[in-house]
């Protein structure tokens, strides 16, 4: 049996977990931190006799100081013993069964951190980084560059799709649109949007995520600056200008997923992923706040020429400071290469899509189904809002806006606290399946409790509650479903959320057309209703069929 320790540093060492007269060693690419051994002898590291019982004393030959400390671990490949590394109950029981050739791996005395992990010795993850005297670590990590450019595109994205429905009121009005062809100009964006969800994920898998979202972006930019000048050539430019900012925004959440797979290691991805998808929200708000101003001082098309530009610079910075992999990046560290891998090699971009494969995987249709059944719910919330806000609670149209923002914050705001709580259950050792299960169950449930709880308030004020509640409750699936597309197969991470997006845009399409017919026949308790069913069948879909763990090579 030998002993070691686990402490992770900005250097790269093999942890000498030694057997019998030391030459047989025991390394994992996963171990990286200065050692030193504990051997039988005197504080000045003269070594005594076997048959000399003396306590174990730090030698440690290159006198590496460190501000950190971990405990002992033992590690056995004696399947009678114990298997693989453990942590013994009491210290006297750090030497029991140890040989004079054994060694313990440890640091030197000044003691900070304290880790314990279980598992296989190449399971052991990095847990911490500890910078070594004189050695300086970067204030920022490249890893949340990537992630902080993500966030700003998206919420250009939501910027740029949301200033349409304040500009169309104008715009409507001078050219004497009847509300038919507003219909049609509004949806003509899903066009293009539900063209490009799998085509951006293959793309994205292909040739990496940098160069898909800087297309999109770009494309989607452009389309939007275009809009008043397609508008006064014609309705049918028009539609095909919506249409291609439609193309640009449907390569974004697959090249973004993709390109974090790369990026951000297991131990962060929930908190990465709510940030940049809080991005889609802050947009939402920012489109809806500072649209009615920019209308009013400069004209409607003002709003597509400002927000369009913003792009410009947007791209700029990405191009300067993005990668689509850390192995392709010349500016980052060592230390944050090997804790982004984590000891794992970085693969070759996908060259061919196995569409058996994937489609024949159940998680991968739990992700399918389940993305459907949440975005139903999601997507009437946020477009018939306003319209029950109106009838319902009889708020005035410039009551009713402001009260759509409400919502979006909500879930700006919950998307991160779902994020935080859930990457610090992974690092409490709960299983990523068990992480994404509980954490998409509150984005299913959630909701489904405060809509049935809606039907039954009388209150403006509590309605209003308890559309903020479930809004705030569904964000909690930026760490359930949304994060699990790179758990089950990060190599495949665009196609799959391609895949599971698609689904989610039919629901919004066919939900928001369902909720007129709806209305037509039935109430608004009729509505909330089917939403309530769907939330349940995500709801045990998810439970059954998912996972956390990889499926796809």
């Given at each position: 049996?030998?002993?070691?320790?686990?402490?992770?540093?900005?250097?790269?060492?093999?942890?000498?977990?030694?057997?019998?007269?030391?030459?047989?060693?025991?390394?994992?690419?996963?171990?990286?931190?200065?050692?030193?051994?504990?051997?039988?002898?005197?504080?000045?590291?003269?070594?005594?006799?076997?048959?000399?019982?003396?306590?174990?004393?730090?030698?440690?030959?290159?006198?590496?100081?460190?501000?950190?400390?971990?405990?002992?671990?033992?590690?056995?490949?004696?399947?009678?013993?114990?298997?693989?590394?453990?942590?013994?109950?009491?210290?006297?029981?750090?030497?029991?069964?140890?040989?004079t050739a054994s060694s313990c791996v440890v640091p030197t005395r000044n003691c900070k951190a304290k880790f314990e992990m279980t598992g296989s010795q190449s399971d052991?993850?990095?847990?911490?980084?500890?910078?070594?005297?004189?050695?300086?670590?970067?204030?920022?990590?490249?890893?949340?560059?990537?992630?902080?450019?993500?966030?700003?595109?998206?919420?250009?994205?939501?910027?740029?799709?949301?200033?349409?429905?304040?500009?169309?009121?104008?715009?409507?009005?001078?050219?004497?649109?009847?509300?038919?062809?507003?219909?049609?100009?509004?949806?003509?964006?899903?066009?293009?949007?539900?063209?490009?969800?799998?085509?951006?994920?293959?793309?994205?898998?292909?040739?990496?995520?940098?160069?898909?979202?800087?297309?999109?972006?770009?494309?989607?930019?452009?389309?939007?600056?275009?809009?008043?000048?397609?508008?006064?050539?014609?309705?049918?430019?028009?539609?095909?200008?919506?249409?291609?900012?439609?193309?640009?925004?449907?390569?974004?959440?697959?090249?973004?997923?993709?390109?974090?797979?790369?990026?951000?290691?297991?131990?962060?991805?929930?908190?990465?992923?709510?940030?940049?998808?809080?991005?889609?929200?802050?947009?939402?708000?920012?489109?809806?706040?500072?649209?009615?101003?920019?209308?009013?001082?400069?004209?409607?098309?003002?709003?597509?020429?400002?927000?369009?530009?913003?792009?410009?610079?947007?791209?700029?910075?990405?191009?300067?400071?993005?990668?689509?992999?850390?192995?392709?990046?010349?500016?980052?560290?060592?230390?944050?290469?090997?804790?982004?891998?984590?000891?794992?090699?970085?693969?070759?971009?996908?060259?061919?899509?196995?569409?058996?494969?994937?489609?024949?995987?159940?998680?991968?249709?739990?992700?399918?189904?389940?993305?459907?059944?949440?975005?139903?719910?999601?997507?009437?919330?946020?477009?018939?809002?306003?319209?029950?806000?109106?009838?319902?609670?009889?708020?005035?149209?410039?009551?009713?806006?402001?009260?759509?923002?409400?919502?979006?914050?909500?879930?700006?705001?919950?998307?991160?606290?779902?994020?935080?709580?859930?990457?610090?259950?992974?690092?409490?050792?709960?299983?990523?399946?068990?992480?994404?299960?509980?954490?998409?169950?509150?984005?299913?449930?959630?909701?489904?409790?405060?809509?049935?709880?809606?039907?039954?308030?009388?209150?403006?004020?509590?309605?209003?509650?308890?559309?903020?509640?479930?809004?705030?409750?569904?964000?909690?699936?930026?760490?359930?479903?949304?994060?699990?597309?790179?758990?089950?197969?990060?190599?495949?991470?665009?196609v799959l959320l391609g895949l599971s997006n698609t689904a989610g845009v039919l629901a919004g399409v066919f939900g928001t057309a369902a909720t007129g017919y709806i209305?037509?026949?039935?109430?608004?308790?009729?509505?909330?209703?089917?939403?309530?069913?769907?939330?349940?069948?995500?709801?045990?879909?998810?439970?059954?069929?998912?996972?956390?763990?990889?499926?796809?090579?």
């Open positions: 049996m030998a002993m070691g320790a686990v402490l992770s540093s900005n250097r790269a060492f093999a942890s000498p977990l030694s057997s019998a007269g030391g030459k047989q060693q025991h390394t994992s690419p996963h171990c990286r931190w200065p050692v030193c051994s504990l051997v039988p002898g005197d504080r000045n590291g003269r070594q005594t006799p076997a048959s000399v019982q003396q306590p174990l004393t730090r030698f440690c030959p290159k006198r590496r100081l460190l501000s950190s400390r971990v405990e002992c671990f033992l590690y056995s490949s004696d399947p009678a013993v114990t298997s693989g590394w453990h942590k013994p109950k009491r210290r006297e029981n750090l030497t029991a069964g140890l040989d052991v993850p990095v847990e911490a980084e500890a910078v070594l005297p004189g050695q300086d670590a970067p204030w920022f990590p490249k890893r949340w560059t990537i992630v902080v450019l993500c966030f700003f595109s998206f919420l250009l994205c939501n910027m740029d799709r949301v200033n349409m429905s304040i500009a169309i009121l104008p715009m409507s009005a001078e050219y004497g649109w009847s509300p038919a062809t507003v219909g049609l100009i509004q949806s003509s964006f899903f066009w293009g949007y539900l063209l490009t969800q799998i085509l951006g994920g293959i793309w994205a898998d292909r040739f990496g995520g940098k160069v898909v979202l800087g297309f999109g972006v770009v494309w989607w930019s452009i389309a939007t600056m275009l809009t008043p000048v397609a508008a006064k050539l014609g309705l049918p430019f028009l539609l095909i200008v919506r249409a291609f900012m439609g193309i640009g925004e449907g390569v974004a959440m697959p090249a973004m997923n993709n390109i974090l797979s790369k990026w951000i290691p297991v131990s962060e991805r929930s908190r990465s992923l709510s940030l940049v998808y809080s991005g889609m929200y802050l947009g939402s708000v920012t489109g809806l706040a500072f649209s009615p101003f920019l209308i009013s001082k400069f004209g409607w098309p003002s709003v597509f020429y400002a927000f369009g530009s913003l792009g410009s610079i947007w791209f700029a910075l990405w191009q300067r400071k993005a990668r689509s992999s850390p192995s392709e990046d010349p500016d980052i560290s060592e230390d944050e290469k090997r804790h982004i891998l984590g000891g794992n090699a970085t693969k070759e971009p996908v060259s061919s899509i196995p569409w058996r494969l994937i489609l024949s995987k159940p998680p991968v249709w739990a992700l399918i189904i389940s993305h459907f059944c949440h975005n139903w719910g999601t997507f009437i919330l946020l477009t018939w809002m306003p319209t029950y806000y109106n009838q319902v609670l009889k708020f005035n149209l410039t009551e009713s806006g402001l009260l759509c923002v409400l919502p979006w914050l909500t879930m700006a705001v919950f998307a991160n606290i779902g994020g935080w709580i859930a990457d610090t259950l992974v690092a409490k050792g709960v299983s990523i399946t068990n992480v994404r299960k509980i954490m998409q169950s509150i984005g299913f449930l959630g909701p489904a409790f405060f809509l049935t709880l809606l039907s039954k308030v009388r209150t403006p004020a509590m309605a209003v509650l308890c559309m903020a509640c479930s809004q705030g409750s569904d964000a909690f699936s930026q760490s359930g479903l949304y994060s699990n597309h790179q758990d089950i197969g990060p190599r495949y991470a665009g209305l037509q026949k039935g109430s608004w308790d009729n509505v909330f209703q089917v939403s309530v069913i769907l939330y349940i069948v995500g709801t045990v879909v998810w439970n059954v069929f998912s996972t956390g763990e990889r499926i796809l090579e």
